[in-house]
């Protein structure tokens, strides 16, 4: 979501849902295509993205809805994760539990 403007996220994000929510690769192609027609126009470098990157994308819908709800919560996880690293790796010594949390939030 990088390259897309902030005023357009909110559409994207819904239409690129849809992608991700797609019970087939051929279904995912197809959302894809919406998303481009709704948001590729002025974000282009997005979508080029996920176009080059398909053959490795595409390989998440291999796997069954069971799982693919573990990678989309696992991957919120690491997001989080990284964020309390990121600012954990800076100041290594806290004096008491509400710095560090001044600091992560």
């Known amino acids: 979501m990088r390259y897309v403007a902030s005023r357009e996220q909110k559409t994207c994000m819904k239409e690129l849902c849809q992608v991700y929510s797609s019970p087939t690769e051929e279904s995912a192609l197809i959302a894809l295509d919406k998303l481009e027609e709704k948001c590729g126009k002025k974000d282009s470098l997005s979508i080029r993205s996920w176009r080059q990157n398909w053959v490795q994308a595409s390989t998440f819908f291999k796997y069954p809805d ?3 709800k573990i990678i989309h919560t696992t991957n919120v996880v690491e997001a989080v994760h ?4 990121k600012v954990t790796k800076e100041r290594s010594i806290f004096p008491n539990d509400h ?4 600091c992560s939030f």
């Open 82 to 85: 990284r964020q309390f690293r």
């Open 66 to 68: 069971e799982i693919r």
């Open 99 to 102: 710095t560090l949390k001044k």
